[in-house]
């Protein structure tokens, strides 16, 4: 089993930026992919970014040039960093950790993006 706990979510203004990062625990060793997901009110959960192991990413195109995603496999952390928030960032950002025995799901970290 896979534990996942986010942290660094907050209330930020349009334009702004947030750090966000995620530490797994538990059978780690066996982790290959880990990503951010998030899911804002009346709308399904949906991808933001996600890296391999090995560091290859996918990032959502609504996202791309301004969200960073990294990881560090020796501290089983990953972050995502995000700049040019805009309103529409407003949701709940989980962390994802994939192995052989499924997903693992973090309990989320709001993320509220207004003036």
């Known amino acids: 089993q896979v534990q996942v706990v986010e942290s660094g979510g907050g209330l930020v203004q349009p334009g702004g930026f947030l750090r966000l990062s995620c530490v797994a625990s538990?059978?780690?060793?066996?982790?290959?992919?880990m990503g951010w997901y998030r899911q804002a009110p009346g709308k399904q959960r949906e991808l933001v970014a996600s890296i391999t192991e090995g560091g290859s990413t996918v990032v959502a195109n609504s996202v791309k040039g301004r969200f960073t995603i990294s990881r560090d496999n020796a501290k089983s952390t990953v972050a995502l960093q995000m700049s040019s928030l805009k309103p529409e960032d407003t949701a709940v950002y989980y962390c994802n950790a994939h192995n052989v025995l499924g997903n693992s799901w973090g309990p989320g970290t709001q993320v509220t993006v207004s003036s």
């Open positions: 538990g059978s780690i060793f066996s982790i290959d992919v």
